[in-house]
């Protein structure tokens, strides 16, 4: 997947390239757009988990582990989050394609 926000092939380049957008497009876009989103998701939370586990560790030397404690939680909770709307969207996004099929 490409880290753009404008495909670089495929039928949304084709589009994005003609100007020629119809309804089906914008819905594969948003698509890209939310999978987009999850992929930056998942690498910030990746980074937040590390940065959260250091806190953790390192602060349990002076007693205070409640920071890297709920770094943790809510790294967890905004990664959770970001999967149920892409898949919240997904459905919708399935439900208005079924009859755009050619």
């Known amino acids: 997947m490409d880290l753009t926000l404008i495909p670089t092939s495929g039928p949304l380049y084709d589009a ?15 698509l ?10 998942g690498i ?17 030397a002076a007693g205070d582990k409640e920071g890297g404690k709920n770094a943790l939680i809510m790294a ?9 709307a892409w898949i919240i969207v997904d459905i919708f996004i399935a439900f208005f394609m079924t009859g755009t099929q050619n």
């Open 32 to 41: 890209y757009l939310i999978r987009l989103t999850a992929v930056s998701a």
């Open 44 to 60: 910030i939370y990746v980074i937040m988990n590390v940065y959260a586990g250091i806190t953790y560790i390192v602060s349990g």
């Open 76 to 84: 967890f909770l905004g990664f959770a989050l970001t999967i149920f």
């Open 16 to 30: 994005f390239i003609s100007g020629d957008f119809d309804f089906k497009d914008l819905l594969l876009y948003g």
